[in-house]
């Protein structure tokens, strides 16, 4: 039977806000009062506020996110509400998109696209070096060393990296939370990381400090949680210690990059350029905005997760979630709180 069946229609009220926007602050405290269960977006700021306001009947909070940085977990775990959300789903749409912005990135196609938009194309001499730009992997003699690093190294790393690794990638480091902060540089290859590098044809994995990843990457990209912990960790000191033709790139939150040290370091060359599909403080992002004014700087609106498929896995999981919860039932992907 399927799950939404099992709930007694007698017994459960569904309140559905049925736009395909967030919604508002006065709606959601509206509406949260005595709710059982919530099922929310990144965009719904889960607080000690709002769940003072929904009142001891809540129980389930299910996100339809595989990030829940909007959540206050703390505030959650105090109340024994449980919390679900929607990893897996998305890790193929997501690892497609920070290729994609890698490529955009190096290739300096945001640039290009902006010249033919703006009708200036007529102007562009096709010289032999002009928007050239560097090249990802081995390059023309498939014998370029070329290193990727990670912040995370989690799911959709891994699927960037299998992406990426026909390119031709000599070496893979990455930065996590036991080796980011750690002596400079570290050097841990896991089992793991070897049957990998063997199955992706990529010459080295292994885990190294932040620093030794600034350093030494070509290119950067960045699949770390949100949160406190990762708040700002690629800022001016992490941007001043990559080298200058290296790409940076960002598809999970706009919180761990400082965007004035990234606006300042492309604008001074320190890097080539940098593909954003967040950035803090989204979505308020004018078009005045430093960022938006560089060339080099490729920015997206959040649509790592945007395909039809994945976004309706996501909302059925998350839905799953919910349900389950209230029936008192495992949850396919709970977070241990
Ligand atoms: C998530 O699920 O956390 C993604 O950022 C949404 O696309």
Redo the contacts with the bound molecule.
Sequence with gaps: MPLLHQLNPDEWQIVLWDEDRPTTASWIKENIKDAEGALVL?TEKINEELLEIAGPNLRIVSTM???YDHVETTALKKRNIRLGY?PDV?TNA?ADLTVLLALMATRNAGEGLSIVKDGKWPQLPFGPFVLCGPQIGSGVDGKKPYTVGFIGFGRIAKATLKRLSPYGISRCIYANTSSARGPHPTYASTEGDQSLAKELGVGEIYAASLEYVAQESDLVIVLAPGGKETYHVVDARFLGKMKSMAVLVNTSRGTLVDTDALVDALKEHKIWAAGLDVVEGEPNIPAGHPLLRLPRAVVLP?I???TVDTREA?ARLAVENLINGLLGRPMEHEVRL
Excluded: P
């Design positions: 990144l996110s595989v990030g929607t998305l997501v959040h790592g997760s945007a996501m």
